[in-house]
């Protein structure tokens, strides 16, 4: 099995685009990224991730049938169909990523490593080899954008995209560099019927000057897809630390903070230790502070998580499972984690009215974490009746819009806060 480098490869999809055989047929560019392979190296060494990458590119090239692949770069993979059009490619795409749900076995092991596709097509003669290498490697990027075994086909409109991701993560950088424009809000934790206050969840805010108000479901997922996720969640600790130290330097009595840890956060071993030590020096005790993760960030490597959210609670951390049931609702994750609540996932709110099945599944999500003696805590709650039926299926304490929306720390205080 030949692999080619970067530039022979290119050289020959520009030949194979430029021939009177390939006229007006379609061509299509593939480029494949392997997940988890840089975790594999860290983790069981260099020998180990080599062969995996042998291994897969073995695999692509029985897949391809003699089509000619190039080794891009560490975990990066290109080859290209011709006679391929967008319908052609899709369906291929899907193949190859079913094919990498078999694992790969390598030192005695069975290993499934993660894969995205992305795809670029053009007409022969109307793009050249570089551009479609660099529109597969911009849709490739949005497809690991999706997580695991996704595949995404370019438009230009990805590409616009693409360019706006790119504005988006020098800003942010430089926001976080210089820690202006970043704020935290507190959303309440609320009883359901009481209205006591159970806890607040620290939600980070952006306002870049260039841009204005940039949604947190835009900026969170560039900084997970870049390095920014750590300095970003660095940033919002010592942003929370401080208020708690300013709340109580004003006599209120300090409610536990929600901070959301990502897969990158958890995959750090020393982050509980190094939690701890910003914590400490803040004067603040650990059981202040409740981490929250979900089943996404989990599923990368479950055993990994569980040891470091392990170490979190002998440190006396609180955890909580956040958005359970919307990724993968596996049931292991609550055996192996060591959690102290759960929170439920607003989509099965919505569903509340839905001929009776949202209510079903909500009393079965409670019965369940009951048996577990797992608080929980039901998120998206926007309505009086979603919140007088949650209280009449059992359940104790909710946050969303229906008590309040994320509010600057100074609200919170005068609405929330109660004074020793």
């Known amino acids: 099995m030949g692999l080619l480098d970067h530039g022979d490869f290119q050289s020959e999809l520009s030949a194979a685009l430029g021939t009177p055989q390939s006229a007006g047929a379609p061509f299509a560019v593939f480029t494949i990224r392997l997940r988890r392979v840089r975790r594999i190296r860290l983790a069981l060494g260099d020998a180990v991730a080599d062969s995996l990458l042998l291994e897969a590119a073995f695999r692509l090239s029985t897949l391809i ?15 290209y169909r011709t006679q391929s059009g967008e319908d052609e490619a899709r369906q291929f795409a899907r193949e190859l990523l079913a094919a990498f749900h078999t694992p790969l ?28 290498m660099r529109q597969s490697r911009c849709a490739l990027d949005r497809a690991a954008a999706g997580g695991e075994y996704s595949m995404e086909i370019y438009t230009p409109r990805l590409q616009a995209s693409a ?18 424009g970043l704020s935290v809000h507190y959303q309440p934790k609320v009883g359901l019927t009481s209205r006591k206050l159970y806890g607040v969840e620290a939600l980070c805010r952006w306002n870049c000057p260039p841009l204005g108000a940039v949604p947190a479901d835009e900026f969170i997922p560039v900084a997970e897809e870049s390095d920014l996720i750590e300095m970003l969640g660095w940033r919002v600790l010592d942003q929370v630390c401080q208020q708690l130290l300013g709340w109580g330097a004003s006599g209120f009595v300090l409610p536990c903070v929600s901070i959301n840890l990502s897969a990158r956060q958890l995959s750090n071993s020393d982050l509980p230790s190094k939690i701890l030590q910003c914590t ?10 409740e981490f929250e993760v979900t089943e996404s960030a989990i599923v990368e490597d479950i055993n990994v998580a569980a040891t470091t959210l392990a170490r979190f609670r002998s440190l006396g951390f609180r955890i909580a499972l956040d958005d359970f049931g919307a ?64 209280s009449r299926l059992g359940f104790e304490w909710g ?14 205080a005068q609405r929330w806060l109660t004074r020793r």
Do not use: W
């Open 65 to 79: 049938a003699g089509t000619s692949m190039a080794h891009l770069e560490g975990e990066l993979f290109c080859f």
């Open 105 to 132: 076995h390598t030192h005695g092991m069975d290993v499934v490593i993660g894969i995205n596709v992305g795809v670029s097509i053009a007409q022969a003669g109307m793009n050249g080899a570089q551009a479609l």
């Open 163 to 180: 360019a706006r991701r790119l504005t988006l993560e020098i800003a942010l950088r430089q926001a976080i560099e210089s820690n202006i």
């Open 280 to 289: 400490s020096r803040h004067g603040l005790v650990p059981s202040l502070f």
């Open 327 to 390: 990724a993968h609702s596996n049931l292991h994750y609550l055996r192996k984690l060591p959690l102290d609540s759960l929170k439920i996932d607003k989509q099965f709110v919505d569903d509340l009215s839905a001929e009776g099945k949202g209510e079903a599944l909500c009393r079965a999500m409670f019965l369940m974490a009951d048996m577990l003696k797992l608080p929980v805590i039901v998120e998206g709650i926007e309505t009086e009746a979603q919140c007088a039926t949650l």
């Open 399 to 412: 946050q969303g819009y229906y008590f309040s929306a994320p509010l600057p720390s100074e609200a919170l």
